[in-house]
């Protein structure tokens, strides 16, 4: 059986909230079988955040997730370090409004959580399985999700940008390709829409150390990129932290054309709309076709 997971222990990890600008420090808890990830702001008397569908509050330049008024934002790099490790219990304290960014990649969390240790739970995962292909589009962006054994990634990217234009990757998504081919690749930005985003009071601590900036031709950043196309992968880290807000590991293929935060939430939510062509499914269904293979005798 594919069994649920958690961490074996808890830990404490700081950093600064890239659109706040302020400290955060988190709180990893283990949790138990079917309690799913939970966020609770420490700071404040709220209820805990179930990350699931109910839980999005807004996407624009960052996944914010809350409830009753409570927030917290850029949660989509943890998530995607919790979904690639295949964690399915976890409650995250935080004491303030946003997870802190730390190098702008899922790497520090990845890191942190696989020290913590991965801890098997005695029940079996369950799935959100794809049955049927399913779009949505905006303009000329999209995504497509088919039926598909196991989780698969394609994501096409289009910039008009000299370091960037076309680049299009496939991923077989597990811990060990989450780890080798995804976790590293930063978020990026351009030169030109810093000084709007200060105005608007956002990317207040974003900095070359958690980010990678671009002016028209050129990687600002004295390191320059971790991989040639750390743009895509880092697109495909986003939306696997975004599929996290269907509240269990997902089974399919996403094709991804040109997609962010707003079209991702607006899959889970046609997704979970639509009454039938997916099913939740429990682990040990995925596994009985093998089982009714005649044995041979020797
Ligand atoms: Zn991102």
Not at 3 to 22: A, C, P
Not at 53 to 66: L, P, Y
Not at 109 to 115: H, I, P, R, S
Not at 275 to 287: E, F, I, Q, T, V
Request: hydrophobic share 40%; charged share 25%; proline share 5%.
């Amino acid at each position: 059986m594919t069994e649920q997971k958690t961490i074996k222990n808890d830990f404490y990890l700081e950093g600064v909230g890239l659109h706040s600008g302020k400290n955060v420090r988190i709180h990893f808890v283990p949790r138990g079988e079917g309690e799913g990830i939970i966020f609770q702001r420490v700071d404040k008397q709220a209820l805990p955040i179930l990350t699931n569908i109910e839980a999005i509050s807004e996407a624009n330049f960052a996944t914010i997730i809350g409830t009753n008024g409570t927030s917290i934002s850029t949660t989509e790099h943890l998530l995607a370090a919790i979904v690639g490790l295949g964690i399915d219990n976890l409650l995250i304290e935080v004491d303030g409004p946003e997870i802190p960014i730390m190098d702008g990649s899922s790497q520090v969390f990845v890191e942190a959580l696989t020290d913590a240790g991965i801890q098997p739970l005695n029940s079996e995962k369950s799935y959100v399985e794809v049955s049927k292909p399913l779009s949505v589009k905006v303009e000329d962006r999209w995504i497509t999700l088919y039926p598909y054994d196991g989780l698969k990634v394609t994501f096409t990217i289009d910039y008009p940008h000299p370091l960037i234009g076309r680049q299009r990757l496939s991923v077989e998504i597990n811990p060990e390709s989450f780890r080798k081919e995804i976790a590293f690749a930063r978020t990026f930005g351009f030169k030109k829409d810093l000084a709007n985003f200060y105005a608007m009071g956002l990317a207040q601590g974003g900095t070359l150390k958690n980010a990678v900036v671009l002016d028209e031709t050129h990687v600002i950043n004295p390191e320059g990129l971790r991989a040639r196309d750390e743009f895509v992968r880092h697109k495909i880290l986003d939306l696997l932290g975004d599929i996290a807000l269907l509240g269990h590991p997902l089974r399919g293929h996403i094709v991804a054309y040109k997609s962010g935060h707003a079209l991702h939430h607006k899959m889970v939510h046609a997704l979970m709309e639509r009454k039938s062509g997916w099913s939740y499914r429990p682990a040990h269904d995925l596994y009985r076709p093998a089982l009714r293979r005649p044995s041979f005798a020797v």
